[in-house]
């Protein structure tokens, strides 16, 4: 059923997600992007693995050309969370995987670390409509590097479900959550590291009380923050609201409208979180696999 790409010798991998490829950025800025943050993890000692399924079978890691597919025909991959893999996989069809597939495929592949450009939540006033991220995080032991969660999202609540999930959060080189776009949301955190090899010290701990996700909550840097991102966010959701737009097509719909009300800007921070997130997650892999 799966396919693990083989890695360079004795390197840890690193997952990440296809989704933001095939439904988060257009083309070719989606296949730059996917490019660049492989590029990124090799550079930092250790192996990228872009999860997705093509043609019904579970690929643990791209190649080139499977990259460029997934880029260039999208629409051609269905969004895939954790339960629906199973169904593309019997279908002998093609997913671009979720956080919370690209997460469970990870840790049944061994990967322990995981980066992300922000994570699923609750969505703004609906409370009752709640990604399966958040349930697939609390019970599969594996980090995941993100800033925070998506900012079109209803954070305070978001934060509090993965409390009560028991998700571990920490947020590295923060005390507060970060809200995707910019650094912080004023939503407090338990928990704050500063160096990576303790991060990788309380991440083994964790695991092996039997615990499950790490958020690792990592800011967008300060010269990318968009400062007045909200009204944006606010004129996408009624956007959304006004053409009915909701479940799985909500969130592609509304950060390609962000795209738009912004003038691409959304674009550029999505990108450099998303490599920042990349460095930080290769660097925590290297700090796991020499302990």
């Keep these: ?21 095939a439904h988060g950025l257009p083309w070719p800025q989606n296949l730059e992007v996917a490019r660049e943050l492989e590029a990124t993890v090799r550079a930092g000692g250790a192996e990228p693995a872009t999860i997705a399924v093509v043609d019904g079978i579970v690929r643990i890691g791209l190649e080139a050309a499977e ?28 997913a671009a995987t979720t956080v919370s597939a690209t997460a469970m495929l990870a840790a049944r592949a061994g990967i322990r670390v995981f980066a992300t450009g922000g994570i699923g ?7 009752g409509d709640v990604s399966h991220d958040l349930v697939a995080l609390a019970k599969t ?5 993100s800033a925070g969660a998506k900012a079109i999202l209803d954070l305070p609540r978001t934060l509090e479900m ?21 650094r912080g949301s004023g939503l407090e955190l338990e928990h704050r590291v500063d160096d990576l090899a303790e991060l990788a010290a309380i991440a083994n701990a964790h695991w092996e009380l039997g615990g499950g996700g790490i958020l690792v909550a990592n800011p967008i840097p300060a ?12 004129r996408a ?41 990349a460095e930080i997650a290769t660097k925590l892999a290297l700090a796991l696999a020499a302990t």
Excluded: Q
């Design 67 to 94: 990259l460029e597919r997934l880029a260039r025909d999208g629409k051609a991959f269905a969004k895939a969370g954790a339960v629906d893999v199973a169904v593309h996989v019997a279908r002998k069809t093609c």
């Design 121 to 127: 939540g609750v969505h703004r006033g609906d409370e």
């Design 141 to 145: 032991p594996i980090a995941v590097v």
């Design 162 to 182: 993965l409390e009560t999930l028991g998700v571990l959060v920490i947020g590295y080189r923060t005390s507060e959550l970060p809200a995707f776009y910019t």
């Design 237 to 277: 959701l009624a956007d959304a609201a006004a053409a009915g737009i909701t479940g799985k097509p909500l969130t592609p719909y509304l950060l390609a409208r962000l795209a738009e009300v912004t003038g691409g800007a959304s674009i550029r921070a999505n990108r450099t979180l998303a490599v920042n997130n």
């Design 1 to 21: 059923m799966g396919r693990l790409v083989t890695a360079r010798a004795g390197l840890p991998a690193v997952a990440l997600e296809s989704t933001l490829v």
């Design 223 to 234: 010269t990318e923050e968009l400062a007045d991102v909200e009204p944006w966010i606010e």
